[in-house]
């Protein structure tokens, strides 16, 4: 099984920026791919940024040239660098994680319970 714990969440102005952090442990997939999406309630979720394997990223347009996946493959974290927030990015924050599947294919399904591990979240308010 997979754990993924997410923490980093907090609450900014407009302007200011975050970076949440993914902590994940146990089974380990040689040809994996990580991501974040959001959710609101009332809306539709969100995904936003994915990275696999190879090292390929893919974002959403609502977010390209604001944050920046990466991941930290010796510390087995994630991260989501968050610059330029908006008020329209408050929501929660959650990492999911996947097999066989590029970053570009994920991006469009990260945010279904098919997908594979989600974390429980961390909540970005921005005002």
């Known amino acids: 099984d997979v754990q993924l714990v997410e923490s980093g969440g907090d609450s900014v102005q407009a302007g200011g920026s975050l970076r949440l952090s993914c902590a994940h442990s146990g089974r380990t997939y040689s040809r994996w791919c990580m991501g974040w999406f959001r959710e609101v309630s009332g809306k539709e979720r969100e995904g936003l940024a994915t990275?696999?394997?190879?090292?390929?990223?893919a974002y959403a347009d609502s977010v390209k040239g604001r944050f920046t996946i990466s991941k930290d493959n010796n510390k087995n974290i994630l991260y989501l660098q968050m610059d330029n927030l908006k008020p329209e990015d408050s929501a929660t924050y959650r990492c999911?994680?996947?097999?066989?599947?590029?970053?570009?294919?994920?991006?469009?399904?990260?945010?279904?319970?098919?997908?594979?591990?989600w974390g429980e979240g961390t909540q970005v308010t921005v005002s």
């Open positions: 990275i696999d394997y190879s090292g390929m990223t």
């Open positions: 999911a994680a996947s097999w066989d599947v590029t970053a570009v294919a994920a991006l469009s399904n990260i945010a279904s319970p098919e997908f594979g591990y």
